[in-house]
């Protein structure tokens, strides 16, 4: 049991026993465990209701198409977006990719830049060097502050005429740190740029509702929510996607096809070229379910509480630095920390043979490791089925490192 | 315990004190190392002269294991000529190489006979992920002697 009632007991994963141990996983920012929910939702489809989508009328092609559109309809619901608006991708990294090429290659140009921070996931950042290549645009990044956060002005007073497009994390897979995106977003439109979200960590975590966020697009992933792996969300606001391009040709997205060029289906069908991962759709409609069940106000509480308890404990420990906030002002669920005698890989190793499960490495993001000055960090991240538990037992490996490591 | 053979007192003492940490004049031979999903780092000097290795010095960042792999290493090879050099190198890829156990001539209950200190190592075997980390140093020398 945690303050979310007994959401352990539906997930089967969490009876294993790890190197002989309790398992402790905290790496949920990487990719979260999945509920009976989902896994059942998807058996479901695969068992008794499957053809592919949008191909024919008959029943089990319809039944599966039906499931598919009104897991769009459950997402759409549950970020408040506008009907039409909800694009399934492969990832957030499709997602950011699509974004990033259709609006690139269709409007920048020699002068043009594109604005986004040094705390990005690679996802948000090397699509846009690879855009800036093939068009002359260039890309400068926001730093952040001493306290491991993006202060509003350090992004809005780097915006002027030549800032076409702005793309920044709603919350740091690293830091946990979340910029505060409205205000961004207001800048930017205020110069007439795009403002894109990665929100890969923002909607697994905490409530998004995207009117008021104020952006032009959202990019998500289904694995970290609780939803199967292969399948991604990008929201864009519907004008914008009208006057989008697809990058991607193929069946499905087309209105017809002659020998002599195509034209496109409407939104968002234009972006889904080809067979669409729609059991993993319909497995992410269930996982939103779930999550909408508990309230993400709530979720976000969850996170939050362990996040405090987790820097509470961590910082007993001499010699370990948390990369991040202090405190849990503006701040999700994944905590990094590095301790200088002992490297992020020997205490991962070691924590596994304790059972905790954490993320040691450079996380995709080596821009900020660079600007950390730090080689990698480990990392502990929270999700729903989290307990303080898995906090005591991390704790108590780091103590099992710290001795073997003579510190 | 697992652990206890994985971190062993000399690979922790070559981990805190690495050793031909210094900078090398006239290098005739150089090449880094990286572990891009890691970051581990390995960066090589090495003089060469006559066939025989008669300086090296290692620099770079990263793991227990492969920072004390290249420290060993340094140690094992100075002054050893080339051919000495490659038997090693052979001979600690074969320790490494969790599926060739029993070919070559390998005592599988002690891979690392004969490789003195870098027996040590032997330990990472038990944890298949760690051993990219153990070869990096290796790799990254035949590389920079050009085989
Ligand atoms: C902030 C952030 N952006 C982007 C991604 C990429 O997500 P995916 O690998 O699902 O495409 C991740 C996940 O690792 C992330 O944490």
Not at chain 1, 316 to 331: C, F, S, T
Request: hydrophobic share 45%; net charge negative; charged share 25%.
């Amino acid at each position: 049991m945690n303050d979310l009632g007994n959401v352990r007991a539906d997930f089967p994963i969490l009876e294993r026993k790890i190197n002989g141990k309790r398992l402790a996983f905290l790496d949920s920012a990487a990719s979260s465990q999945k509920p009976v929910q989902v896994l059942d939702a998807m058996d479901r489809v695969y068992r008794t209701r499957y053809a592919n989508v949008h191909r024919g009328a008959y029943t089990l092609s319809q039944e599966a198409t039906d499931d598919y559109e009104a897991a769009r309809r459950k997402v759409t619901r549950f970020i408040n977006a506008d009907d039409d608006e909800i694009i399934f991708t492969r990832s957030t990294t499709s997602a950011l990719n699509m974004v990033a090429y259709s609006l690139g290659l269709n409007g920048l140009g020699e002068g043009d830049r594109i604005l986004t921070t040094v705390m990005e996931h690679h996802a948000n950042i090397v699509p846009w060097q690879m855009v800036a290549r093939y068009t002359g645009a260039e890309v400068i990044y926001a730093d952040i502050d001493s306290g491991h956060r993006v202060a509003t002005e350090a992004v809005t007073e780097m915006i002027d005429e030549r800032v076409k497009i702005v793309s920044i994390s709603g919350m740091s897979n690293v830091l946990g740190s979340m910029p505060a995106i409205s205000e961004i977003a207001a800048a930017a439109h205020a110069a007439g740029a795009v403002m894109i979200v990665d929100a890969a960590q923002l909607v697994p975590h905490a409530p998004v509702d995207v009117k008021a966020l104020g952006a032009d697009f959202l990019a998500f992933s289904s694995h970290k929510m609780l939803g199967p792996t292969g399948v991604g969300v990008l929201w864009g606001r519907r004008d914008r996607l009208e006057e989008m391009e697809p990058i991607e040709g193929g069946g499905e997205m087309i209105s017809d096809v002659t020998l002599d060029g195509s034209t496109w289906a409407p939104v968002p069908h234009k972006f889904e070229a080809g067979t669409p991962p729609f059991v993993e759709a319909i497995g992410l409609g269930a996982a939103v379910d779930y999550l909408s069940e508990l309230g993400m106000d709530r979720v976000f509480a969850h996170d939050r509480e362990l996040t405090a308890y987790a820097l509470d404990r961590l910082g007993e420990i001499p010699d370990l630095y948390v990369q991040g906030p202090a405190d849990v002002h503006n701040r999700g669920g994944a905590v990094s920390f590095s301790m200088p005698d002992i490297h992020a890989h020997d205490l991962a190793t070691i924590l596994d043979q304790e059972g905790v499960q954490v993320r040691a490495g450079h996380h995709c993001a080596k821009p900020l490791m660079r600007r950390l000055d730090v080689p990698a960090t480990a990392r502990a991240s929270f999700y729903i089925y989290s307990v303080r538990e898995d906090v005591d037992a991390l704790i108590d490996a780091i103590h099992v490192a710290r001795k073997i490591f003579g510190v | 315990m697992a652990l206890e053979e994985l971190y062993r007192e000399v690979i922790l003492d070559h981990y805190r004190n690495p050793r031909n940490r210094v900078e090398l004049d006239a290098p005739t031979a150089h090449a880094d190392g990286n572990n891009p999903l890691c970051g581990d780092e390995v960066h090589l000097d090495l003089i060469v002269a006559d066939g025989i290795v008669t300086d090296i010095a290692v620099t770079g960042q990263g793991c227990s294991i492969s920072q004390s792999s290249a420290s060993m290493m340094s140690d094992a090879i100075k002054g050893k000529t080339l051919a000495d050099v490659n038997d090693l190198t052979a001979k600690f890829k074969a320790m490494m190489d969790i599926d060739a156990n029993g070919d070559a001539g390998i005592d599988p209950d002690r891979p690392g006979a004969m490789l003195g200190d870098l027996e040590a190592l032997q330990g990472v075997r038990k944890f298949p992920v760690r051993i990219k980390c153990a070869n990096l140093a290796w790799t990254t020398l035949q590389e920079a002697l050009g085989n």
